[in-house]
């Protein structure tokens, strides 16, 4: 009995040790995925050819680093009393109503865009579509979408806003923030692929079209 409450306490102590971490290593990544994206890419890739305990140990991992971008965002959406409005009933109102259920779909729909860019890498360098494989790219995605679901969250809130200049503004940062992951990605793909700019612009943005379709899809069965 007093083995495993000492089990319990260590736990809690490793716990609240990774959430405190969080606090110091969160905008120290943001600032580095920011003002140098590539170079963040790469060093994921770097990162991942480590043994699993000396991976991202001066950084956040990547799917941590988005999950918790998109944590950030949805907490100020609640501060701000922002709420999504869906005029359906059934599963769809539900979900949207749910501050936990409406977190996990957006999880979900902004890691369906890194990963469709993983895929679009293997599938441009002609490799076997697996597990192991797809890890490598996938990794390296979700740390620049992190700023993009971070910027486009709090864009969407500024949106419904009462105030006119905030909305232009919200207008404004998803532009950007779009256009930002847009240009990003054509310079990812146009390295690893080694191909033109314009070829690489043209899958980026079909990529990214793929994308958004998935992530409709899913809505509208919830919807209906």
Not at 136 to 150: D, E, H, K, R
Request: aromatic share 10%; proline share 4%.
């Amino acid at each position: 009995m007093d083995m495993d409450f000492l089990k319990i306490v260590k736990s809690i102590e490793e716990l609240l040790y990774e959430v405190m971490a969080w606090l110091v290593f969160y905008p120290r990544t943001l600032w580095r995925v920011i003002t140098h994206p590539s170079e963040m890419m790469k060093y994921s890739d770097v990162e991942q050819t480590e043994s699993p305990e000396q991976q991202y140990i001066d950084t956040l991992s990547p799917p941590l680093f988005l999950m918790l971008s998109i944590l950030i965002a949805h907490a100020i959406e609640v501060a701000m009393h922002e709420r999504i409005v869906v005029r359906s009933g059934g599963l769809a109102g539900e979900l949207v109503q749910s501050h936990e259920y409406l977190l996990m779909l957006r999880v979900i729909a902004f890691s369906i865009v890194p990963l469709m860019f993983a895929v679009a890498l293997l599938n441009g360098l002609g490799q076997k579509l697996d597990r192991e494989k797809l890890r490598g790219p996938f990794y390296s995605q979700c740390y620049v979408a992190a700023p993009f679901a971070l910027a486009f969250g709090l864009s969407s809130v500024a949106v419904r806003s009462p105030y006119h200049g905030l909305r232009i503004a919200g207008v404004a940062g998803a532009i950007i923030a779009v256009a930002w992951y847009i240009w990003l990605q054509t310079g990812w793909l146009s390295s690893h692929l080694n191909i033109s700019i314009g070829r690489s612009l043209l899958m980026a943005l079909w990529t990214s079209v793929k994308a958004i379709a998935i992530i409709v899809a899913i809505a509208l069965v919830l919807l209906l």
